[in-house]
């Protein structure tokens, strides 16, 4: 079981009535994903401030599943345990119980309608390639051909002081 390995990034910032705060719905989520293989590996599971109008912060995580399921049939099947956790459509960047993301996928690039990997803002967003980075350092972006770890080091990097930009 296994022929396909994906980075999925997890996210929670609204209390669940059976699973109670973010970290544990994490947790509950990662063992849902089992039905749809093997989870080889969870990063630890980070607090992070919100994104746009989510109001309070985040509980962020990545892990690594083998399964032999394609990108189509894994996204509705991340669908289907959002909405088994009370997800319900809403704004974009809104308050969510359980968010979960195809980050990467092991054969490369994909892209259908409704699903593009690597995920269109993996690039540009900490909360998800800090945890991603301490599973999968070594994994490489099939865009730009980066390493997660050189992906995360260019994001927190400190961006250089343009001088003319001091001046006006």
Known sequence: MGSHLYAIALGSNRRHGQHGAPTAILRAAASALDAFGQVEVI???RATPA????GRGFANAALILATDMEPPA????LKAIERAF?????????PRVLDLDILLWSEGAWESPGLVIPHA???HR???L???AEIAPDWRDPISGLTIRQLQKRLTAPRPVDPDAARS
Do not use: T
């Not at 894994?74 to 099947?77: D, F, N, S, T, V």
């Open 121 to 123: 803002e993996l690039r």
């Open 86 to 94: 009370g997800r319900r459509a809403g704004r974009r960047w809104g």
């Open 130 to 132: 800090a945890p991603l």
């Open 126 to 128: 900490h909360f998800v």
């Open 51 to 54: 994104l746009g109008p989510a």
């Open 74 to 77: 894994l996204l509705a099947g």
């Open 43 to 45: 990063s630890s599971i």
